[in-house]
């Protein structure tokens, strides 16, 4: 993998580690057994006032949340078994211009296209919509991997 994307995945990454445990350990939000419980299930959790309380902005939306801390701001979508730990090209991308990580390195097209190459050479797997680390998604899962 490109060092470039790797580094990129890695800051993305962190950010949506610290939003899943604000969430989960802080806030007390039950994970999601699939994208499509928290599509039904989150817009009536009050999650926008349960953030104000610890001074995150969350606004939840369809299968997924974008949380504003003072540090960082996070937009992802949990998987298809409610993974809280995949990504996608364009959530990438607005990671980096959202916070201001990696402009100087990278523009979308080519971190699509180091994205693409990661997926052809079997280092990102995927479920129906994101993409994953092979190592994350194996110890969080028993569905079979699709490259």
């Known amino acids: 993998m490109h060092p470039v994307l790797s580094d990129v995945i890695q800051a993305f990454r962190s950010a949506e580690d610290l939003a899943v445990s604000t969430l989960n350990e802080r806030l007390k939000v039950p994970l999601p057994q699939s994208n499509r419980d928290w599509a039904l ?60 990580l990696f402009l100087d390195s990278v523009t979308y097209d080519l971190l699509k296209l180091r994205f693409d190459r990661a997926c052809a050479d079997s280092e990102l797997v995927a479920d129906s919509h994101l993409h994953y680390l092979p190592l994350e998604r194996e110890r969080f899962t028993t569905k079979p991997l699709e490259t």
């Open 41 to 100: 299930s989150s817009l009536s959790m009050g999650l926008p006032e349960l953030g104000r309380s610890i001074g995150v902005d969350i606004r939840p939306h369809g299968y997924g949340v974008e949380m504003r801390f003072p540090s960082v701001s996070i937009d992802f979508d949990w998987g298809d078994c409610g993974e809280g730990y995949g990504f996608d090209p364009w959530r990438l991308w607005n990671h980096c211009e959202e916070n201001r």
